[in-house]
């Protein structure tokens, strides 16, 4: 999952840093989804809260207390999991500095405030790091759910006309990689810290 994460990250980086315009195939992606039926915009605007910080923690902390099996100090770590995608997604933003595309397009409808740069979309950040993480929470069978619920956060960002379809995919793969990164470090830490049987 995370080398996917990166390699995912990596392309869409590269795509996006050189010219910083619509690449090929995006304008018409982001106005066919903006352009959705509200029947359908109207959930992916509820999900789209999974993609705030505010909400991933609620989630987050509700998921990995319900779970009855919080393995490697899982609560602090989805808290240290999305503060750092947050703070991530910020350093990308102010580095490469992508503009919205409501600032490129006079043709979209733009359902939400949103202020910065477009790259990585921080709502798909947040969503993605979440769903990394609870889905090596939950049982097996389950797994697919937080992907799901991310993929639509990350889908109502366009729908909203505030990101590009490159910037969810370059979220989604911070997310990702940042999540599972997060998990895979916290648990090797706490295997270190168990006390070796004499």
Do not use: C
Not at 61 to 81: E, K, N, T, W, Y
Not at 132 to 149: E, H, N, T
């Amino acid at each position: 999952m995370a080398a996917v994460a990166l390699v995912g990250l990596g392309l869409s980086t590269a795509l996006v840093a050189p010219h910083l315009a619509p690449l090929p195939g995006e304008v018409g992606l982001l106005e066919a989804t903006n352009g959705l039926p509200r029947a359908v915009g109207a959930p992916l605007e509820v999900v789209m809260q999974l993609g705030t910080l505010g909400g991933a923690l609620v989630v987050g902390l509700g998921v990995a207390v319900a779970s009855g099996r919080p393995r490697g100090g899982s609560i602090a770590a989805i808290v240290l999991a999305l503060l750092l995608a947050h703070w991530l997604d910020d350093l990308m933003k102010e580095t490469i500095e992508r503009p919205r595309p409501s600032l490129v397009l006079d043709t979209l409808t733009v359902r939400s405030a949103a202020s910065g740069y477009a790259f990585p979309s921080g709502h798909s950040t947040t969503a993605f790091a979440l769903a990394a993480f609870l889905s090596l929470l939950v049982p097996r069978r389950w797994r697919w759910v937080p992907f799901g619920l991310a993929a639509g956060a990350a889908i109502a960002r366009m729908y909203v006309g505030v990101h590009w379809p490159v910037d969810i995919i370059g979220g989604a793969a911070l997310g990702t990689l940042t999540g599972a990164g997060t998990w895979l470090a916290t648990n090797a830490l706490a295997r270190r810290a168990r006390p070796v049987p004499t």
